[in-house]
Structure formats: structure tokens, C-alpha cells
């Protein structure tokens, strides 16, 4: 690639042959396109009816939330026998074997355990308006004093410094983007879901509803969108931002299953013993040490 | 009279109809355009993106561009040319904001030694070893020799899609012409 008489650097040409992009299955292309078009082009559709939250207090409303995006994610990593009966016209791609029976939640579903300063923002501290103490009232209000006399200074009294405002971020609309995303993606549009999981995470980086965001964009990729890459990289994030929280089993889980579809047993099998190890009481640990040992016996 | 064209003309070719069908709104005609550009715009965002991780992101993005652009398509120039332009420009979108976000987990694959003139033709192997060399020069680098290499931009076209004065362009092809040669130096053991 080099020429010799100009010292010029010579690149390959841009074209649509393989290269240098990585190979891609003309399943997953076409998912490529399809995923563009959705974006570009949506089809109009009746729209879903509004989930009843009204009368959910704010708290359990954001827990829901949450929980909802997780049971997708869950939903999502079970295993074909469970996740695919009924709800798929096309063949799947190559799945995971691991069978979880209906899965059992990481989470309750109810507030998840965060801490309380999540879920009830802090009372915001305002400091009064300082003002100026005001003067005793003088008997000699109208009386002027003599030329001569020295005109009283008031002495200067230390005002307190103000309190620190504490400003703590909204996260309502972060639960509102995460209501958008899991209606859209009960609606099946996938590409659309994503988008919105993807801005909640982006909008609202180190939250919690962050974190579950990442972990539905992620399952939605990679059974939806075929990008197992891109789940993966998402997966990654979520227990960047909270390594033991409570998805953290799910990022973990589906990490296996995204490196199993990238065809990389050796990163799959230290995944599934990660999950093991961070993960003892796992409900999944027979059929994880199933895989394991699947793994093992492959040349 | 008698219009006589340069032999080194091309003639023009007569539009793509499905490039009108699919700024109408026609879905196949857009589906049928984007399966047929998507294999070259996956490969130029990987010419511009260090690896492998984000380009389908990107690639999606763009395919979404192309088709939002499609009714600004005069015909001036091929309608691939005018894709690439759109690829770069919404490449570079995404980069930036992704620096903001930090979403890159991935590593950097090793650095790859470049092909060897002996060794057998493979075509997409000498494209990956090429792109992971290149994954290794700084970004304002790589993306000057892209878009003056690859996409056949001139110093001042590229200048005015990067916002940066031209000589600035020119220090940077500078810069990374020198970097790449110096990469196959090593591979060639001087």
C-alpha cells in the first residue's frame, strides 16, 4: 500500500465489498436497514393504551418504572423455550440454551432497594433572605443633632453566611422517557424503544433509571435488533455505573448470552463464573454450571 | 450542432428511480436504496471510527441521514458520493457526542501488523490490518487521511466539513501520512 516514487499512503477503496468494517450476516443487515427504516420511516399505528399511573403515588410510580424495564430485560435473557413460545413469527437467531423456567425477578416487584435519597428528593434548604438587623427604634427620632456632634456610625453586623442549596436532579423525566420506551417496546417497535432507552440513559447518566435503560436497550439489541456488539458494550456500562446493584445479575447474564452470539466461548465461560462468584445464590446456577460444563466439553 | 464530449467525460446516467420513490415516502424503494449502500457506509464509518464497537450504531444513524437528506439530492455527482459526504458529516455527529457520554467500553484491539506485499490476497484481511493500523493514529489525523485518501476530498472540501483552517488540514495529512509510514516501516523491518 505504499508508492515508492510519490511517498504517497495509499488507502484501499471505499466500496461495498467486505471490509474494513466487520463481515455482517445479510440477517443482520437487513435487521440494519429495517431498524433505519423504522426510525426514518415510522409506520403509523394505533397507539398503545396509557398505562394507568396516574393514581400511583411518585415513588412506587418510578419503582414500577424501573421494574417494568427490568422485567423486560428479564423477559429478554430467559431462555428460547419461555421468551420466544408465542411471540415470534420469524426463526430466531442462535440462542442461548440456558433454560430458566418462568424466570424468577432479581427484583421484587416493588420499590427497589435504593437508597431513600433516591426515591424522596432531599428537602431543599433555602436560607432565608438575609436582611440587615434592623435598628432599635431611637427617642430622638426628630431631633437633630448639634452641628458639632459626631454623626453615629452603625457598627457592622457579621451577616451569616447562606445556607448551601442543595439542588437535586429531576428524575421525572427520566421516568417519563422510561414509560415511552417500555410502551414502545410492548408495541414491538423495537428501534423506536431503543432510541428512548437510549436518551433516558444519555440524559440522566449515573441514575438508576440510567442503569435500567441500558440494561432493556441492551436486551432489546440483542434479541431484537441483532447486535449483539452493541448489547454487550451496554451490558458493560450498566455495571459500570452500579456493580452490584440490582440488575446487576441481568447485565452480567446477558453479557454471557451477548458473547455467545459474538462466537467467543472463552469470554462467555468467564462470564457465566463472574455472575457465579458475584452472584452465589443465583437461581440460575444450575443451569449455569450446565453451560459451563457444555463449554468445557467443546474442543 | 453537434455537441461533441470529451472522451474523459463519463456520460451521465439517467437518475435512480427509486431515489424519487423513496424521498415520496415509498418504503420499498428506501429499503431497497439502504440494502444496497449499507455495506459501503458500514465500511467508511469503520475507516472513521476506532474500532469495531460503535459502528453499526453509527452506521444506523447515517442509513437514518441518508434517507431524512433524500429529497435535497440534486443529482450533482454519483448519489454513493453524496451518501459518503452524509456518512462523514453525521460520523463525526456521533463521535462527539459520545465523547460526552463516554459510552466506549470496549478495547482497542492490538495493533495488527500491516499486510505484507508477499502475502496471499486476502482482501478483507488487508482492509482489517490496514484499519487497526490506523486505529492507532490520533483522530484529527486519521480522519484527514480518510476523507482525503479514501472519499477523495479536497484539502479545502475537507476544511470546510472538519471547520478547521486549511492548513491545518494539510499538518494534519502531514502528520498522518508520516505516522502510517512509519507503522509499515516497522513492518517492513527498517
Redesign the interface.
Known amino acids: 500500500?505504499?508508492d515508492e516514487r510519490s511517498?504517497?499512503?495509499?488507502?484501499?477503496?471505499?466500496?461495498?465489498?467486505?471490509?474494513?468494517?466487520?463481515?455482517?450476516s445479510a440477517d443482520a443487515?437487513?435487521r440494519?436497514?429495517?431498524?433505519?427504516?423504522e426510525?426514518?420511516?415510522p409506520?403509523s399505528r394505533p397507539q398503545p393504551p396509557e398505562p394507568e399511573i396516574d393514581l400511583i403515588t411518585p415513588v412506587r410510580r418510578r419503582a414500577w418504572l424501573i421494574a417494568t424495564a427490568l422485567m423486560f430485560a428479564l423477559a429478554a435473557t430467559a431462555s428460547a423455550t419461555v421468551y420466544v413460545a408465542g411471540r415470534r413469527a420469524t426463526p430466531p437467531v442462535p440462542r442461548p440454551a440456558l433454560s430458566v423456567a418462568p424466570p424468577a425477578p432479581t427484583a421484587p416487584v416493588e420499590p427497589a432497594p435504593v437508597a431513600p435519597a433516591h426515591l424522596e428528593p432531599a428537602p431543599l434548604e433555602i436560607a432565608p433572605p438575609s436582611r440587615p438587623p434592623s435598628r432599635p427604634p431611637s427617642r430622638h427620632v426628630h431631633h437633630r443633632p448639634p452641628p458639632h456632634a459626631p454623626v453615629p456610625v452603625p457598627v457592622p453586623v457579621p451577616v451569616p453566611a447562606p445556607t448551601p442549596v442543595v439542588v437535586v436532579p429531576d428524575e421525572s423525566e427520566a421516568e417519563d422517557l422510561l414509560a415511552r420506551a417500555n410502551a414502545t417496546r410492548a408495541a414491538r417497535r423495537w428501534?423506536e424503544a431503543d432510541a428512548l432507552y437510549q436518551q433516558a440513559a444519555?440524559e440522566h447518566?449515573g441514575t438508576q433509571a440510567a442503569c435500567a435503560a441500558l440494561v432493556a436497550s441492551a436486551s432489546l439489541r440483542l434479541e431484537h435488533l441483532g447486535?449483539p456488539?452493541?448489547a454487550?458494550?451496554?451490558y458493560?456500562?450498566a455495571l459500570?455505573l452500579h456493580p452490584r446493584g440490582t440488575l446487576s445479575q441481568d447485565a452480567r447474564l446477558g453479557m454471557a448470552h451477548a458473547l455467545r452470539a459474538l462466537g467467543d466461548p472463552v469470554a462467555e465461560e468467564a462470564a457465566l463464573r463472574e455472575l457465579l462468584a458475584e452472584h452465589p445464590d443465583t437461581p440460575l446456577r444450575q443451569e449455569v454450571e450446565a453451560r459451563l460444563r457444555a463449554l468445557r466439553a467443546t474442543p | 450542432m453537434k455537441i461533441v464530449r470529451p472522451l474523459s467525460l463519463p456520460l451521465p446516467s439517467p437518475p435512480d428511480p427509486r431515489i424519487e420513490a423513496a424521498a415520496r415516502g415509498d418504503r420499498t424503494a428506501a429499503a431497497a436504496l439502504l440494502r444496497e449502500v449499507a455495506p459501503r457506509v458500514r465500511n467508511l464509518v469503520r475507516y472513521l471510527v476506532r474500532g469495531d464497537g460503535d459502528i453499526d450504531d453509527i452506521a444506523q444513524e447515517a442509513l437514518v441521514s441518508i434517507l431524512g437528506g433524500l429529497a435535497s439530492f440534486r443529482g450533482e455527482g454519483t448519489f454513493v458520493s453524496w451518501c459518503d459526504r452524509i456518512v462523514a458529516r453525521q460520523t463525526f455527529a456521533s463521535l462527539r457526542r459520545r465523547r460526552r457520554d463516554r459510552l466506549e467500553l470496549l478495547e482497542p484491539e492490538p495493533l495488527a501488523e500491516l499486510p505484507s506485499p508477499d502475502a496471499a490476497p486476502d482482501d478483507y484481511a488487508a482492509r482489517r490490518q490496514l484499519v487497526t493500523a490506523l486505529d492507532h493514529l490520533p483522530n484529527d489525523q486519521r480522519h484527514a487521511l480518510v476523507l482525503h485518501h479514501v472519499m477523495g476530498l479536497s484539502v479545502p472540501e475537507i476544511a470546510a466539513d472538519l471547520e478547521v483552517p486549511v492548513e491545518t488540514v494539510r499538518s494534519r495529512l502531514r502528520l498522518g501520512r508520516a505516522a502510517f509510514r512509519k507503522l509499515h516501516d516497522l513492518e517492513d523491518g527498517r
Open positions: 500500500m505504499r511517498a504517497k499512503v495509499s488507502l484501499p477503496l471505499l466500496d461495498g465489498r467486505a471490509g474494513p468494517a466487520k463481515r455482517l443487515l437487513d440494519l436497514v429495517q431498524g433505519a427504516l426510525q426514518a420511516m409506520v428501534s444519555h447518566p447486535d456488539t452493541g454487550l458494550r451496554r458493560r456500562a459500570l
